[in-house]
């Protein structure tokens, strides 16, 4: 009986930190600007996603991420290989839009895309 109980508290426990990083990871939630001409990707595995919000925050998740650090991340996502999924708030200044492009731009990462609903 004891083995039982060990095996069902570390699969809760498991389970709770399993929840906690899908939760972490997760993007934050924007209102996208919309196109006609919009495409979904197949896949999104190989990329890292930032959400930039209208007074230029940018969040990995829902962590807020500072411009030291962006740049930090930023590097280190193009010497993983991965590429740049960007969801700017519809209402974000291109200005704002520009501070992470160059960022990107600087650590090596030109594949990049802009994340928009798709209008009929």
Do not use: C, W
């Not at 990329?47 to 740049?71: K, M, N, Y």
């Not at 708030?89 to 731009?105: G, I, N, Q, Y």
């Amino acid at each position: 009986m004891a083995p039982m109980i060990d095996m069902v508290f570390l699969l809760l426990v498991f389970f709770l930190f399993a929840g906690t990083f899908v939760r972490a990871n997760n993007p934050r939630e924007v209102e996208l600007a919309g196109s006609a001409q919009s495409q979904v990707p197949e896949d999104t595995a190989e990329r890292i996603t930032l959400t930039l919000e209208p007074d230029g925050s940018v969040f990995l998740g829902e962590q807020q991420l500072v411009p030291s650090a962006l740049a930090k991340l930023l590097r280190e996502a193009y010497a993983d290989g991965l590429g740049l999924n960007l969801r700017a708030h519809r209402d974000t200044p291109f200005s704002e839009v520009r501070v992470v492009l160059k960022l990107a731009a600087e650590a090596g990462i030109h594949d990049i895309i802009f994340a928009t609903h798709q209008l009929d």
